[in-house]
């Protein structure tokens, strides 16, 4: 059990990976938000960093606000793109902070700076599609309180925002229980489908246009004015100065019009979010990069092996200590108990959530991930370890006691291999969940299979939407058919024979 707890802290240190890039002088790491727009400018700042000789790291698609921020502050993020208005309400909400002299007083005490607006203002609005208007009689948000069964789907966030749906629904007198959350794009198709009535919008969203939707009226100006900025961290300005200097650049160029099409041409016209920010820097700046786009094949050896790196460390991390814990709970069943209750009880957190307990612990990328990950392995092997072995026959026990081994020697010779084929069970199981969940690390930017997939979901993409799934089952199968082969070393034959007849 020693040597087992011992292997668990060397694979705990071992999964912390340490970034080499974040640490040299001439590398940026740059932030986006899981939306096309964002991706857009975190795809322009990229391009300005390698045109002025500097590695750029674009971590594309990570989830929130809080997130990016967390991570900007924490060192982990060098820049994103982010709104006035989130600043505002979402991230000092409550601290009364209204202007942009405040603004910038309380990120400099955070060691971040913000940029003038790059030009355009991206509120929120919700949207309607004109035959909904015509039929429920919608023409501002006050409308809303009048149709109680008006169905309404709002992005996740925003039902959680501050300056979202809890303000908003105060605000005009809403029904509480009307809204419900889902992701902004698919919110899309769920209104052209008519599964929904009504949607929150950004104002540059492309499919403003495209479907013809009507804007309510915000009849009270709930809604303040989101100018797009960017945020970067205070050294940065002494790290890599000629890159601060192109960024600033960017201030004021990119009205609400260009933006609009920008996002269109990379969600309608389906073009790559690169193309579409290279394209801006060469009208803008006489910039002229060729956008490089990973083939399929490099992509699926990217992702795959970000994948096994997620769910390898996450085992070796597993293994080392279930096995440990399951014997502690046959040998000690009142702590048993308490152990088994525990891993139990870690099982029935949503994966998702369980994610986000560990950002604020271990940040973001793969650590998280990895934590996570190890927690959920834990239930089936441990339980397993406690089965096999609590299986094992009492005239057997018997006649261990009577050959007078040490309980080392019983349980590394005798009973552990005899609980062999209870544990590999269990390690199958667990490698399975794992693959399948390691699929959310891609929202904390730490890659794997799950990375094609959220792209996928948010430009509406089949083809990526499988590229990551079906490499994710494959992968799977895999496993299933190399546990088979391991089972054969492990596990004694006579036992396999047993077990198959």
């Known amino acids: 059990m020693t040597r087992g707890l011992a292997l668990c802290v060397i694979a705990t240190v071992a999964a912390t990976p340490i970034r080499l890039a974040g640490l040299q002088s001439n590398s940026v790491t740059i932030g986006s938000k899981s939306f096309t727009e964002s991706v857009i400018l975190g795809e322009i700042a990229a391009g300005l960093a390698k045109e002025e000789g500097y590695d750029a790291i674009h971590q594309e698609g990570l989830g929130g606000t809080r997130l990016l921020f967390n991570g900007l502050v924490a060192g982990e993020l060098d820049v994103y793109a982010e709104y006035t208005g989130t600043i505002f309400q979402e991230i000092f909400s409550g601290q009364y902070i209204s202007t942009v002299a405040d603004a910038r007083r309380k990120l400099d005490s955070l060691g971040i700076r913000m940029t003038e607006p790059l030009g355009f203002n991206n509120t929120y609005a919700v949207g309607v599609l004109p035959e909904t208007a015509t039929r429920l009689g919608l023409r501002t948000i006050s409308d809303l309180k009048n149709v109680p069964s008006v169905r309404i789907g709002f992005s996740n966030e925003f039902m959680d925002r501050a300056d979202g ?153 597993g293994i080392s200590c279930a096995i440990p814990l399951g014997v502690v709970a046959f040998k000690r069943p009142r702590l048993g108990v308490l152990i088994l209750g525990a891993v139990s009880t870690v099982q029935t957190i949503p994966a998702l959530a369980l994610l986000v307990f560990m950002i604020p612990l271990l940040g973001i990328y ?44 019983k349980l590394k010779e005798i009973e552990l291999p005899l609980a062999s084929p209870s544990i590999m069970a269990g390690i199958k199981t667990a490698t399975v969940i794992n693959i399948g969940f390691a699929t959310l690390g891609a ?24 590229e990551g799934a079906i490499p994710a089952a494959l992968l799977a199968l895999l496993a299933q058919a190399a546990f088979g082969f391991f089972e054969k070393k492990i596990v004694p034959r006579g036992l396999r024979l047993r077990r198959t007849n």
């Open 165 to 317: 749906w809890p303000s908003l629904q105060r605000e005009y007198e809403l029904e509480r229980n009307n809204a419900r959350g889902l992701d902004h794009d698919l919110a899309y198709r769920a209104l052209e489908a008519n599964e929904i009535d009504a949607i929150d919008v950004y104002t540059t969203d492309a499919e403003i246009a495209y479907y013809g939707l009507t804007l309510l009226e915000d009849d009270k100006d709930f809604f303040q004015t989101y100018f797009a900025v960017f945020l970067y961290r205070k050294e940065l300005a002494e790290r890599a100065p000629e890159f601060v200097d192109a960024l600033l650049r960017v201030e004021g160029r990119i009205d609400e019009q260009r933006m609009q099409a920008m996002n269109a041409r990379a969600k309608l016209d389906g073009e790559d979010e690169t193309a579409v920010a290279a394209d801006f820097l060469a009208n803008s700046f006489a910039i002229t990069s060729q956008a490089q786009v990973d083939g399929l094949w490099h992509r699926l050896k990217q992702r795959t092996l970000e994948h096994l790196f997620l769910v390898l460390v996450a085992m070796a991390m």
């Open 443 to 466: 929202l904390i930017g730490a890659g794997g299979y799950g990375q094609p997939i959220l792209t996928g979901i948010r430009l509406d993409d089949m083809g990526l939407i499988l």
């Open 366 to 409: 793969s650590p998280p991930a990895i934590a996570a990950l190890f927690l959920y392995s834990l239930l089936p092997i441990v339980r397993n370890t406690h089965a096999g072995l609590s299986s094992i026959s009492l005239p057997l026990q018997e006649s261990m006691d009577a050959l007078d081994l040490t309980p080392w020697q």
